[in-house]
């Protein structure tokens, strides 16, 4: 009687299952740790680009609530809000509706392929999301706290952790002697168009949080105080029903003083020295005939 000839190819079939099922849930593991990563990258975005104006389940801020949003807009009229929305704005009818809601215009924000969809999928995953929110406090507006903030905002009185006075780049209509910078917005009506939405502090939360590059920034590795923050919440809240059209900046004033001063201190030197080409010309024409 021949000896049966074992079948390698044969034993190997439940094996290969066998690895199959010891791999698969290596895989699956891999795949979620994969997809959490992607969105704590849309989360770290969000916070980023997002957070200081919108919120996820927190009620409107500076702009309108982003819970749902993936729900009732389709991925691509999303997208294009973030990267494009005063052109969207002119096209589509709600879109303009959201921007008269919500009066503090939004900025295009330019995000790379990658982490505009890390951002897209982080919102869809938050869509079904129930955020159950305290109701929050509003903040205090004391005249301690509006002399503070005015001190910080004029930078008589230094940030906590150093970071650089508001009137270096910005203005309020009164404040300031000669006035302030101009390369942020003029903040005397900051106060009343951040809380247009009916969030009171919406301009608080933007302070704490600062979304704009160049604050970010400025304020990244010095971050402005708790208490600092609720100092000039209450500043900007003191001069709010002020207009930055009542009265002619004091920069543009000085400006004015120092083009009509110069023009006297050349008039009153011209006076002074009317008689200069006569007094050496007649004397050279004199001696030339004799």
């Not at 309108?64 to 990267?83: C, H, N, S, W």
């Not at 906590?160 to 209509?173: K, R, Y």
């Not at 300031?176 to 903040?187: A, E, F, R, S, T």
């Amino acid at each position: 009687m021949r000896p049966t000839r074992f079948d390698f190819r044969a034993a190997l079939v439940p094996l290969a299952g066998i690895f199959a099922l010891l791999l698969v849930p290596g895989a699956t593991a891999s795949a979620q740790e994969q997809d959490e990563e992607y969105l704590q990258r849309g989360e770290n975005v969000f916070e980023r680009q997002c957070a200081a104006c919108h919120s996820l389940g927190g009620g409107d801020l500076v702009g309108p609530d982003l819970a749902g949003i993936m729900e009732k807009r389709t991925r691509e009229y999303v997208r294009r809000f973030i990267l494009e929305p005063n052109a969207l704005k002119a096209e589509d009818e709600t879109a303009r509706e959201v921007g008269e809601r919500f009066p503090s215009a939004m900025a295009p924000i330019m995000l790379s392929d990658e982490n505009m969809e890390a951002l897209l999928a982080y919102l869809e995953a938050m869509s079904d999301v129930e955020i159950e929110l305290e109701p929050e406090e509003v903040a205090q507006i004391t005249d301690e706290l509006i002399e503070k903030g005015r001190a910080i905002f004029l930078g008589t009185s230094r940030l906590e952790h150093g970071g650089p006075s508001c009137i270096s780049c910005h203005n309020v209509a009164g404040d300031g002697g000669l006035g302030g910078g101009n390369l942020g917005i003029d903040l005397t009506d900051a106060y009343r168009r951040f809380t247009a939405s009916g969030n009171p502090n919406a301009l608080l939360t933007t302070i704490q949080n600062p979304a704009f590059p160049m604050m970010r920034e400025a304020y990244d590795d010095k971050p402005i105080t708790e208490e600092e923050a609720l100092a000039l919440n209450a500043y900007f809240a003191s001069v709010s029903d002020r207009s930055p059209e009542d009265e002619r900046g004091w920069g543009e004033l000085f400006l004015i003083l120092g083009v009509l001063g110069g023009i006297l201190f050349l008039g009153v030197f011209d006076f002074i020295w009317r008689k200069r080409f006569t007094a050496v010309r007649k004397p050279l024409v004199e001696g030339a005939r004799r």
